[in-house]
Every structure is written in structure tokens, then in C-alpha cells.
């Protein structure tokens, strides 16, 4: 890490290759053994560097976008476009049309006026676009509630138990562009408590059986398998989330009396939030007597906005002196013009001045992808590692990136 800070400057964002590609393989392995055909979709979200959605491909994942960027991030990344999946709450008609003449097989469709829209630009196009509708099981999983999405006053989705879902598929079924495929609900984010699949498997299963017809090929269970952040998170195991998610899709499937559905998941953050750390150098500190004392670092909110956003907990390491042991707690704020700029509010660390490196570990998720320029900081440079080689795979940004739109 010390040789790597050195090398590239920081902040630094660095992904273990070996662990993203381990990652992507025990989705595999732990769905493959439990029914043939799941399709794992890897939700770009979380990271869309091209050299994640290269190895996503690589590994055999699927992919999820939630915009045109993203959609020609992910062709880009040579995805065969049967194998990406649009999401979306606002698609305009260019990103629709974008999706369409690429040849995406599957949109989510997300609301009424959207099953209009889809199908007029693919009639236009003379295609019949496979969807799935994006239900909403009124499931409220523990979760912060910005990433919680399940419940019934949701942004996403149609509401089950609100009528919505029906009149949704009845507008499909009737649409000359569309051909519906399947059930989509994405119950939200960071979730340890497996229960919540379970209880919305059991809502959409019962919903399914509810609309008769033999095109409800497809049950999409989302993304939200849960990461550790801190040493005393416990998430569950890929293995057990699989099982949990099969299981209840076919335990509820044949509750209701219809044939198992071919199982889709999509998996962001626990593909990519542990294999990802960033690095960051002090620049100086300070004690506020009888207070506290603060360590500035070289980046902030604009290349992890999650502690400010959802109060995300960080357990820092200090990397250039990594057995020392902790002294006290520090509190470790970024450089930007904010006094909500706080990465870590009570870090452990041993004593630290200007030089020292700190990492962060489980940055993987939603850091990058959420970055932003505020203050005119430039955001970070990306490196992969494996097996004690490394190689830059996003350069940093430079000042004249900052002015290059500005005509
Ligand atoms: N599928 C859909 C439809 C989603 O909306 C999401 C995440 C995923 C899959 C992937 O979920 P995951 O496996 O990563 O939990 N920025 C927030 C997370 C927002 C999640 C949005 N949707 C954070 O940093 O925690």
C-alpha cells in the first residue's frame, strides 16, 4: 500500500482483482449448485470502471444499468447486450432508444407511463422488447432508509397490495411492443437479515399466481446482500443468501401451484465493497483541548460520500506503520468545505501527523461510483492488484478535466 501511495499519488482507490474475481465465482458456484440457470447480474452501480465490467464479463455475470452512461459503460465493456438488464425510475426516450437499437434484452419497466413509451419506440423499431415489471412487495427490510426500496411509498416500482402491479402487467400484456417475461422487486440495500426475501418472495409468489398466464418466466430478486464494514458486522454468506433466495422462490412458487421461475439476482456491493480500499495521506492535524483531536486527509465526501450520506462507519488501518497499535480515537474529516466532511468519526488509530498513509478498508462500493468534484478535487486514480502486481486501470483526474465542459 506505502509502495502503491508512492507510486500513484492519493487518494488512491485499490481493488484486489483476485478478490473480485473470487467474489464473482462463489455467486456462481453457490447458485450453480442450488438450481441450473440462475442468471447473476452484476448491478454496475456499485463500481462501472471498465476494468470491473471487463472481469464481470469475463466471469460470466450478467450486468444491471440505471442509465444510458452506464448502458454504454457496459457495451463498451463488450457485453452481449441479450445479457444486460435496464433499470431505471425516469428512462427518457433517448435512453430507451439507446437500449433498443443495441439490442438490450430486458428492460424494468418502473411506471405506467414508461410501459407507453417503451412500447411505442419499440413498435417504431418494428421489436417486440422483453421486460419484467419492478413490483413492490411493501416489504420494509431494516436497512437505512435511503437504500430501502420495497416498501409501498416508494419511488421504484409498482405497489402490489396498491393495484398498481396489476394494471402495470395488464398494460403489458396488451402492448403490441412488448413481451412480459417476468417479476422484478429489489427490497433494498446492505442487508443482513435474510428474512426480508422470504416475506417478499412470498407476497410477489402470491401476486404471480393472482395474474394467471404462462409469461411469468422470470423472478428478479435484486441486489442488498449485506457487507462488513466493521470488525463487529456480520453479514451472511454468499452461500446462504443463495440458498435463501432459491429456496424461497421455489418453496413460495409451489405454494401458489406455479412452475419454478428462472432465478435472477443482482449483486452490487458485495461483488465489489471488500475487494476495494483507499488510501489516503495526512496533512496535519489538530487537538481541540478537552475535545478531540482531528487528522485532515487529501480526500473526503467527494470520493466516499457514504458517511455523510447514510452515516456508513469506516474502521481505518494506519498503513504505513500497520502494527501499531491503536492510542485513542481521532476524528478523520476530509479536505472539502464542509463541516459534515467526516469520514470516520471515532477512529482507532495510533498517534498520526502529516505523512502518514491511512487506509480504508471496504471502500469498493458505491465510493468511486458516487465521486464527485466538489471543491475542484480531482477524483482518485484507480489501481487493480493480483498476486504482487499492479496496474493503474482509471488514471486520476487533472485540473484540465475540470474546465474540459466548460465552453
Ligand atoms: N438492483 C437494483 C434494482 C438496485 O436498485 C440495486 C441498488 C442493486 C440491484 C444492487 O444492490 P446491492 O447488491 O449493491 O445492495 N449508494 C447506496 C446503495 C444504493 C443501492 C441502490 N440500488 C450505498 O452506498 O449504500
Redesign the pocket.
Known sequence: MVALAEEHGTPLVVYDEGALRATARAYRAAFDALAPDVEIIY?S??YFGQAMLRLAREEGLAV?VASGGELFSALRAGFDPARIYM?GNNKDAREIGEALDAGVGTLIIDNLDEVERVDRLARERGVRQRVLVRVTPGVKPSTHSF?S?GQLDSKFGFSIEGGSAREAVDAIRAAGGLRMTGLHC?IG??LFDFSAFGAAAAIVADFAASLGGDDIEVMDM????GIAYTRDDRPGAIEDYAETVVEAVRGEWGRVGLPMPRVMV?????IVGRAGVTLYRVGGTKVVPGVRTYASVDGGMSDLL?PML?GAVYEPILANRAEAEPTGTVRLVGKHCESGDVLVGEASLPPVGPGDLVCLPATG??GVS?ASNYNGVTRPAVVFVDEGRSRLVTRRETYDDLVARDV
Request: net charge positive; proline share 4%.
Open positions: 448491478a452501480k456499485a444491471d433499470h437504500i426500496t429489489h440495500s446492505q435484486g441486489g442488498g446482500l443482482e449483486p452490487g456491493r458485495s457514504r447514510y462500493a458505491y458516487m
